[in-house]
């Protein structure tokens, strides 16, 4: 893919989340989405890591990631970012203080990024900066509200179903002792959730 069409990409991605009122919005947004750069993650590599100091806001132009929360010395699965999805360190670009998360690649990814510093321009920003600040408070809000919505679900098919729609290569990517405390279920109750699903 093209630079070019790399910078497209993350334009569409910023503007499904800001609503713009004005030209000048429209032309500042333009720049913030020129203002990203791009690099390849192999798998294994992190986004943030718990003891990162600088955040970063990131758009996933390919491949795949999965943040974790760190429990003591366990991290378990928050949640997933795929292609044309924005992930970012709440703790990082909100609040300035260091990660109770870290994100991982699961699968080669390319992913736009810019520093929370370059950000922080934009969302001082008079016309741009509040639709902006408020559009990531809300991403972040949705996410939370999904996986909660997610690990609602009393049956355990209903919760597998919901992960695949919204991560639909969930099984190929996640070990499945993973899987099951991401669900809340038992790995006994995922094999046999995973069976009927392949039977029904």
Known sequence: MSQGKDYETILEGLSLHVKLDFPEEHEALKSLARRFSIRTFKEGDTLWELDTASGQLFFILSGAFAEYL???RTPHLLRFYSRNRFAYSEDLILYSTRPATFAKCLVEARVASIPAGTLAEYLMNEELGGKLLTSLIELS???YRNTTYEMLQTNGI???NAAIEQFPDILDLIPRKELADYLGISRASLFRSLKQIEHG
Do not use: C, N, Q
């Open 70 to 72: 760190v429990d003591g």
């Open 141 to 143: 809000m949705t996410e």
């Open 158 to 160: 209903h919760r597998i």
